[in-house]
């Protein structure tokens, strides 16, 4: 089985900045797209931001210039480095992970999702 957690999210004032981590861990033979989405209350769940196993990034317009997404290959770990928050940027934020595992000398794909972190925006 493949496990997501995800960290670093929390309260914030407008114009501040926050660090999210998501790590992967378990059966794990590689990891395709990562990415980041969001949900907050009463709307649909959102790309934030997803990023290739070799670096190409691809961002929801919004957050072009404020948000910045990275990982780490050798730790199965993907980061959000958000600036410039706004209260609009309150919400839920999920990281998923498009994972290759093998069983029986045949390759499997599957998407994870982390379990989500708050990200508060307020004065």
């Known amino acids: 089985q493949v496990q997501l957690v995800e960290s670093g999210g929390g309260l914030v004032q407008p114009g501040g900045s926050l660090r999210l981590s998501c790590a992967a861990s378990g059966s794990i033979f590689s990891i395709n797209v990562m990415g980041w989405y969001r949900q907050a209350p009463g709307k649909e769940r959102e790309l934030v931001a997803a990023i290739t196993g070799g670096g190409s990034t691809n961002y929801a317009d919004s957050m072009k210039g404020r948000f910045t997404i990275s990982r780490d290959n050798t730790k199965n770990t993907v980061y959000l480095q958000m600036n410039s928050l706004k209260p609009e940027d309150t919400a839920v934020y999920y990281c998923?992970?498009?994972?290759?595992?093998?069983?029986?000398?045949?390759?499997?794909?599957?998407?994870?999702w982390g379990q989500g972190t708050q990200v508060t925006v307020s004065s």
């Open positions: 998923n992970a498009d994972v290759v595992t093998l069983r029986f000398a045949s390759a499997y794909e599957a998407r994870y």
